[in-house]
Every structure is written in structure tokens, then in C-alpha cells.
């Protein structure tokens, strides 16, 4: 697949959600696919389409947002690196047709990207319900949106650093056995024996899954198409991302609340 790449970036999470739903407005137009990485700018939970406020404890202090994808709560901080695929479905490519297609797609190349980084003796594999798996345990979690059949949105996070178990349970009602379940996630760092500085890791993990996803071939986006998309995505932020009826969507009959922080319900690939 060609890619266009729009640029690694740090900006709050209302933006990044933001910047998704623009760049597949722009997939849709063109027809082209795109692919971005990010940080953000503090501490966020982001809810799924489908979770209820009240899976929140505590909102002072974080950013909060509600994506429109599926999944679960996310708790995101500088300890992840944060990405997004925004590809065309043309009913030409196999591997774009269900959600469970495109995983194992783009899932797959995440493997080999991460594969390539760390030490060789762990066992990494693309696992059931959008993960990536360390040892039989998620490292990375993926939301998912396809829309009207016209593109598809796979956007994850990867854990380079251990996640701050203490900030999820601050942050996140979470059920007792979930907490056990949350302090023996596995991060990157932990198989990578020569680097400990967070940056250079997600660095270095960003340009190896660059180069799994486009094989060494893609385009950068203009400076002036990049404004263009920065413009849409803060009409959306003012419209939805960062609009509190959004994010506070309190419709209890559509809404789930199982207090579930979103890569605790990952299993592995059989």
C-alpha cells in the first residue's frame, strides 16, 4: 500500500482524536491512505464510542475525550507511542474488508516492527480483540472504525514504558481483578536491552513500523494540505472532541459501564 505520512506529532488528546476523523474525511476525497504517530501534550483517558462517563473516578487534572472508534477506556501519558492507519477500502484488497481482516493486516506489520526492535527471545503475536501480545500478555491496544465501507480507521497505542498503574486506578474505576491484571502488563522497555530513554525507544519503534507499513516507500504530506487538515481538526475539536455534550454523552441504554481499562480484555490468538 502507499502511504501518505502526515507526521509524528504531540499535541492534547481532542486534537489527535480530531486529526483522525479529518484525515479520513481527506482518505475518502482523495482516495489515498495516510498514517501518523503522536504523543500527547498531558495525561488523558480516552473513552470509546461506547463506554459510559462513569467508568471516570476522577477527571481533574487529565484531559478527557471520547473517540469514535470501538474498544475500551484508554489511559494515555508520555509512556506510550500512539498511531493511526487511515487506508481506503476499494473491495480490490483482501485485507480490508473486516475488522478483524484489517487487524490482522496492520497487526501483523506492528509485530514485525516491534520484532525488530527488542530482544529476540520474547514471543510477540497479533492477538484476539485488536491486540498485540508479549508473552501472552497485550503490549499494544487498537479502537477501529469503518465507515459506510468507504475507509477504515485502525488507531492504537503501544506501551514503551511501563503503564502508571497507579494513575489508571486514580483515574479509572476499575474492578479488584483488573487491578491485579494491570501491574503485570508488559512495555516494550522491558525487552530492549542497551536503550532506557522513552524517547529514543519511540523514536526508533515509530521508523520501524514507517518502514513495515509503506516498505521504505512513502510520501510526506505538503505543509500546506497538513494546515488544511490542522483547520478541519479544530472545527471538530470546537464541534465534538473537546464539546462536553460529547465527551459527558450520558444515554445509559447505549452506554456501557463494566469499569474495564481497555487492554485488560485482550486474549490471545489461539
Known sequence: MDFTFFGYDTFDAATNMAIDEALIGECERSGRHFIRFYNFKKPAIILSISDHYDNIKKDKGIDVTRRKSSGKPIYVDENILAYSIIAKIDGVNPHLETLESIHQYFGSMTVDAIMSIVDKSCKIEVGEVFSININGMPVAGH????????????????????????????????????????????SVSMFINDKDNKEDIKKELASAMLRKFTSGSFMRMGAQERENVLKDADILVKRTYGNSTWIKNSDVSKLKTDFRFCLLHEKTVE
Open 143 to 186: 479502537g477501529q472504525k469503518l465507515t459506510l465501507g468507504h475507509s477504515a480507521m485502525y488507531h492504537g497505542v503501544i506501551a514503551v514504558k511501563p503503564w502508571n498503574t497507579a494513575a489508571i486506578r486514580e483515574f479509572l474505576n476499575l474492578k479488584r481483578e483488573y487491578e491485579e491484571e494491570l501491574d503485570r502488563l508488559p
